[in-house]
Structure formats: C-alpha cells, structure tokens
C-alpha cells in the first residue's frame, strides 16, 4: 500500500494543479486517503471489509458526491461550484492509482460490478512493509516513494517562478530523471 502522505500529496496536487478556491484543497486530501478508512475500520473498530469496498471507484465517486455536498454547504449556495467534483473524484482515484503502484494488494476496483480483486502486474512504487517504527524497510520504502511521486506531485502543483526558461527545463528534468531513477529502483524490489 502506499503511505498516507503520498495519497495526502497526492490529492493536494490535484486540487493545486489549476487555480482552484481556497479550502480546497483540503476536501481533495480528504478525498485521496479516503479509501483507507477500511483500515481505520479494523484498527479501532475490529471490522475487516472483504473485498476492501472503499478501494473502489463507486466509492471514490460517493465520497466525491459527499465531499462536494459538503463544500457547497460550507461556501453557500451561491459559491461556484463548477469542477469540484471532478477534482475530488480525480484525488480520489489518485489513491487507486497510488495503490496499484504498488503492486501487491488488489483491489475491487469495479464493485458492485464485480468483486473480483485487481492486481497490476507491475509494482514500481514499494510496498511499505510492517508497519512499526524498528522497520528499517519501512523507513527505506517511504523514503523511496518520497523520490518517486516528487516529478509528478511537483509538476501537477502550482510551479515556482524561475529566472529562465532554461533553468526550469533543467530544474524540472532533473526532478524528473531523479523520479525516473527511483521508479526503476523500485520495480527492482522483491514483492511479498
């Protein structure tokens, strides 16, 4: 699975990736993580889902709806509303994306279509390992996810003023070649 602050990250880049209103970018975080509320679910309250429902795109388009019910809401009637599901309904499928990345766990992406689980045959993002604070895997992995989601989440947000052109194009090659790099680094890890 993929860490919560790269689906946070994630999710944030999404909703910075336009000029989009002010509290934003908060709803899209919340839209990006969650689909791991299955996992909340059986560590506070014993509940284990089979097949993991929330790591579905119904359930992404639900929390769209419900989160933008939310926003509109919160910002009156009359607030402009136009997208705002989209960006929400595309952070949450960012956390599908993410997930199947890593390629280990499947998921039900189609439900209640179908509850078969799906598995991508490629892992390039790693898979975090136990997860307790003494893994030294953990640490290596999350670290590695960090270099690999840096071109995309850093590219989709809002970008810096640089002095040229030509030290952007360097700049943002450079990001990029190091994404590439880890990428193919972490296609190379073994898989449980």
Not at 33 to 40: G, I, M, N, R, S
Not at 47 to 61: E, G, I, K, N, Y
Not at 167 to 188: D, F, I, P
């Amino acid at each position: 699975m993929s860490s919560l602050l790269a689906h946070a990250a994630a999710g944030a880049a999404v909703a910075r990736s336009r000029h989009r209103p002010p509290g934003l970018t908060a709803l899209a975080v919340a839209a990006a993580v969650a689909p791991d509320a299955d996992y909340l679910l059986a560590w506070f309250a014993g509940v284990h889902l089979q097949p993991r429902l929330t790591h579905s795109v119904a359930f992404v388009a639900f929390i769209a709806l419900l989160l933008s019910a939310a926003w509109r809401a919160a910002t009156g009637p009359n607030a402009v509303a136009g997208g705002v599901v989209g960006v929400l309904f595309a952070a949450g499928l960012t956390h599908l994306v993410l997930d199947a990345l890593v390629g280990v766990h499947g998921a039900p992406l189609l439900w209640p279509l179908t509850a078969v689980e799906l598995t991508s045959p490629v892992g390039l993002l790693p898979s975090a390992g136990a997860i307790h604070l003494a893994n030294p895997v953990l640490w290596r992995n999350l670290a590695l996810e960090a270099l690999i989601l840096a071109g995309p989440v850093l590219t989709a947000a809002r970008r810096p003023r640089y002095a040229s052109t030509h030290e952007a194009v360097r700049a943002h090659a450079a990001l990029w070649l190091l994404t590439a790099a880890a990428a193919l680094y972490g296609a190379t890890l073994a898989r449980p």
